[in-house]
């Protein structure tokens, strides 16, 4: 299946975009707050996989769109962005529900069709196709020994006082390959590797689409379910009743008048998914130095205090490195902007009140960092590049009388690959970005 791959946050002519009008109602009606539309443009703010009947558009990360990638890489990195899905911590797909759109539960009602997909295909390569298996009785010589039918059904051979069977029947387990709820199986399967194979990297070849859709229209839709309810009311294997149930989900999917043949799997906020990898890239130790930043006390006019952690200041990432009897502090912020800082060239961002943010949480910190030999202030940002990471310069509010804050590149690929194989910069990266600080620190000092 070709894909058709755009990027998020990108000004599109709604006749290149290469979706129908019945999609973009459907964008629309699902959620405004993800697409803008001025007169025949449409730009989309969503990371993932939209899909609308039988029409699919994948979204790919902002960072990407200045990129020289081909369609090819593209995917490559649709596979990693799938990955890194699949694997973000259910507490935080909870917390921001609204945003996110990868639910691992097969039992929920807003379950993706792709993460349904997903676990049919990992299922059916591990286990194999779903069979309905029959326990049958017959003259065999393999086999457990059915004596009761033995002894009823065959005359024994005496020889003196032992009685001999020369022929026994045996029980045995068998199946059939044309039962139709394993002709639904292989479909369901082959329908998902058609559709999302490439993206999880199936190399399987199957059918055309549409001739599985064909098939799958000829048994019709109501038999699917009817036969897919009357095999979960017979089997009590775990395996079985997992498999029923999301082939199950996947075919009400595809009617329900809830999603209308609309479907989402990523996120609308993509930048909760950067703020998580850079985090663990830098073993983030947030929890461990949280208490020093203070809640905000609000007193009455008779001096009563109350402490409130509602809105209370959290900077993304802080993060100590010791080297050589060297005490470095390090405030970090992941910030998801396509940041350009050269010689003739400002763009991409961040608005005033991140700097100021940023600066407020290095005031509240630095009291309690006495022991520490220097202190970093930093914003982090996406790029795609062949290095790790790359300083980009500074940004300066003078009134802070603070060192200026620096402005970093971080490799999203490194960043994910880190990720997926629960690996962490290691302390010679660390130690290297902290020299570069050095020197870009003591070059800017008159800014």
């Known amino acids: 299946m070709k894909y058709n791959i755009k990027f998020e946050e990108f000004w599109y002519d709604k006749d290149l975009l290469g979706i129908s009008d019945d999609f973009v109602k459907a964008l629309i009606k699902s959620s405004r707050s993800m697409i803008e539309i001025e007169h025949t443009l449409i730009k989309l ?8 009947r039988s029409e699919m558009l994948i979204l790919m990360p902002k960072y990407l769109s200045s990129s020289e990638y081909n369609d090819s890489d593209l995917l490559k990195h649709a596979r990693l962005l799938i990955k890194v899905f699949k694997k973000l911590p259910q ?7 609204k945003d996110f759109f990868t639910n691992k539960d097969i039992n929920a009602n807003a379950f993706a069709e792709i993460s349904i997909a997903d676990f049919l295909i990992r299922d059916y390569l591990h286990n194999g196709v779903f069979e309905k298996r029959y ?24 020889s003196g006082k032992n009685i001999l069977y020369f022929e026994t029947y045996r ?43 064909n098939r ?40 329900s008048s809830k999603n209308r043949g609309f479907e989402l799997y990523g996120t609308s906020k993509f930048h909760y998914v950067w703020e998580v990898l850079c985090s663990h890239a830098f073993m983030n130790q947030y929890d461990t130095f949280s208490y020093l930043i203070n809640a905000p006390i609000w007193k009455t006019i008779d001096g009563k ?22 005490n470095t502090f390090i405030i970090l912020d992941a910030k998801y902007y396509s940041l350009i800082l050269t010689e003739d060239r400002l763009s991409g ?13 290095q005031i509240a910190l630095e009291s309690e960092l006495t022991n520490y030999d220097q202190v970093f202030n930093v914003l982090v940002y996406p790029q795609i590049m062949n290095e790790i990471y790359q300083l980009i310069g500074t940004v300066q509010l003078e009134f802070f009388n603070k060192k200026p804050l620096i402005n970093l590149y971080l490799s999203p690929e490194h960043l994910i690959e880190l990720y997926l194989s ?5 302390k010679i990266v660390l130690v290297s970005m902290i020299e570069d600080f050095k020197i870009l620190s003591e070059c800017r000092a008159g800014f």
């Open 422 to 426: 629960n690996q962490v910069f290691d």
């Open 91 to 97: 507490s935080m797909i909870i917390k921001y529900s």
């Open 135 to 158: 326990e049958i009785t017959k003259k065999s010589s393999q086999g457990k020994v059915d004596w009761i039918k033995t002894v009823n059904k065959i005359d024994p051979f005496k």
């Open 349 to 361: 961002q961040p608005g005033s009140y991140d700097i100021v943010k940023q600066f407020v949480y």
């Open 305 to 326: 205090e109350y402490y409130s952690e509602k809105n209370k200041m959290e900077p993304d990432i802080l993060k100590t490195i010791e080297n050589n009897g060297e």
């Open 216 to 255: 799958l229209n000829r048994i019709g839709h109501h038999v699917l379910l009817k036969t897919i309810e009357n095999e979960m009311q017979q089997t009590f294997m775990e395996r079985e009743i997992r498999v029923l149930k999301a082939m199950h989900s996947f075919f009400s999917n595809i009617n």
């Open 45 to 52: 703010k969503f990371v993932g996989i939209l899909a609308y």
């Open 171 to 213: 029980k045995h387990i068998t199946s059939n390959s044309e039962e139709l709820i394993t002709v639904i199986h292989h479909l369901v399967i082959d329908l998902c590797i058609a559709k999302y194979g490439q993206l999880f990297d199936i190399k399987q070849r199957v059918q055309n689409l549409s001739k599985i859709e």
